[in-house]
């Protein structure tokens, strides 16, 4: 073992007192060990001390080319060295290396991740039923209620939700068909989330659309008058926003790398949290200073402003991305996902430079559906979790999320007096009402009013 004149067993005895530190699970610290050891045994030549963080970057991308290593496996991997560089030997560039963006590049996409998932056939994905509902015709109506979704181009998250609350809604009136079951049931139903299950007002309207797609869709029934139906009150809530500051915070405490970057593009484009993940490289254009926001919400594509303080870090992250995509190349790999029409149409388009992610993850994966060996996008969720850290280490005493910074977004452009259309056209809104929330910033209200105690003497 190439080591500083440390004793070995010692030098067990401290990393296993890290891990301890670190709450690992005693059930996985012998596969800690071994993570160490197959790093150590990999670089038989090189002291510990002495390794670089190119050498840690090699490593883990030669590790996460091998698509037969699972996430977990892969994010253990990289936690086991984390741990082993910065708390035992607590190198200089330890703390310089993107840990956090090797740990989410674990994540894998699951079968009905909406990269995937909304472009399949009604019966390629199937809707995990209860057990309860498992008969013929309840899979027959299933079937046909996703279908109609896809037909329709739906999103993923819309198929989930009406999918839901039709099983819900049978389980509520003993697993009747819904052929069975009148306008007087969905009433019933309706007004039970309200009264006994306290279900917020959007829930409520979220199932009555569920349910009323279900039956005219569907069924070809019409519900008519739900006169019994005790609806929820909606009330009206305002987006939480961040101040200019708060923004440049929220920043500053995510550090440098991948993550960063998205979060700014997210706020200086105003990009939804898939949007960013999604982002092509051939979707960014340099010349026109612009991105193309493709397949956003409601199916529909868009142009945003390419923010000038994004542009050289997007350029390196671009060059970094491709770079790799060479090396999935001379492996034989380097395929990107492509939906299953253009993939069909344009056979070879998914190993062209155009049509990889500008942030891809960090490791290759099977496709849950074709078992295709592919580098996907970075999951979402470690954004997400990038931006609570960050949220809870600024010390911003509000309720942030990804969408937190698309909000910002169109309100600082209202403050600096772009007018309502072109914040809508910006944001992809099909509605001007939509995007009228963000009207409370103006000099109205509570902003625009000067408190009496204000005018009072002391």
């Known amino acids: 073992m190439a080591m500083e004149n440390a004793d070995v067993s010692r030098f067990w005895d401290r990393y296993i007192q890290v891990l301890i530190d670190a709450s690992v699970p005693e059930r996985s610290r012998r596969w800690y060990v071994k993570h160490v050891e197959r790093y150590i045994v990999a670089h038989p030549q090189a002291k510990l001390r002495g390794h670089s963080i190119v050498m840690m970057d090699d490593y883990l991308k030669r590790t996460g080319r091998n698509a037969t290593v699972k996430g977990w496996h892969f994010t253990q991997n990289v936690h086991a060295l984390e741990l082993l560089f910065t708390q035992i030997l607590k190198t200089p560039w330890a703390s310089e290396f993107n840990w956090e963006f090797r740990k989410a590049s674990g994540r894998e996409l699951e079968e009905r991740h909406p990269t995937l998932a909304r472009h399949n056939s009604p019966m390629s994905v199937s809707s995990p039923a209860p057990k309860e509902l498992n008969g013929e015709e309840t899979k027959e109506w299933r079937t046909r209620l996703i279908g109609e979704i896809r037909r329709r181009n739906y999103s993923i998250r819309t198929e989930e939700a009406y999918v839901h609350w039709a099983q819900r809604f049978l389980r509520f009136n003993q697993d009747a068909l819904p052929e069975q079951l009148e306008a007087a049931h969905v009433a ?271």
């Open 188 to 458: 019933a139903y309706l007004s039970h989330l309200a009264l006994a299950l306290n279900v917020s007002a959007s829930t409520q309207n979220q199932a009555l659309n569920a349910l009323v797609f279900l039956y005219e869709q569907v069924l070809g029934r019409k519900l008519g008058e739900l006169s019994e139906l005790i609806a929820a009150r909606k009330p009206r809530r305002l987006p939480t926003v961040l101040t200019r500051d708060e923004v440049m915070r929220l920043i500053h405490h995510v550090g440098d790398g991948v993550f960063a970057l998205m979060i700014r593009l997210m706020y200086g484009t105003g990009m939804r949290l898939m949007e960013c993940t999604r982002l092509r490289v051939m979707d960014v254009d340099f010349g026109y200073s612009q991105l193309v926001v493709r397949d956003g919400k409601g199916s529909k594509d868009r142009i945003v402003p390419l923010p000038d303080k994004c542009r050289a870090q997007l350029e390196v992250q671009i060059g970094n991305t491709l770079k790799v995509h060479q090396e999935d190349l001379a492996h034989g790999l380097g395929e990107a996902y492509l939906p299953d029409a253009l993939g069909r149409k344009y056979p070879n388009a998914s190993r062209e430079p155009g049509w990889q992610y500008v942030f891809p993850s960090g490791k290759l994966s099977a496709d849950p559906r074709s078992k295709a060996i592919r580098r996907h996008h970075l999951h979402e969720t470690g954004l997400q979790k990038a931006v609570r850290r960050a949220a809870i280490a600024s010390g911003i005493r509000k309720r942030i999320s990804s969408h937190t910074l698309r909000h910002s977004f169109a309100t600082h452009l209202l403050e600096a007096g772009y007018d309502i259309r072109t914040v809508q056209e910006l944001l992809g809104h099909a509605d001007v009402s939509t995007t009228m929330i963000y009207t409370h910033v103006l000099n109205r209200g509570g902003k625009g009013v000067r408190s009496p105690l204000d005018g009072m003497a002391e």
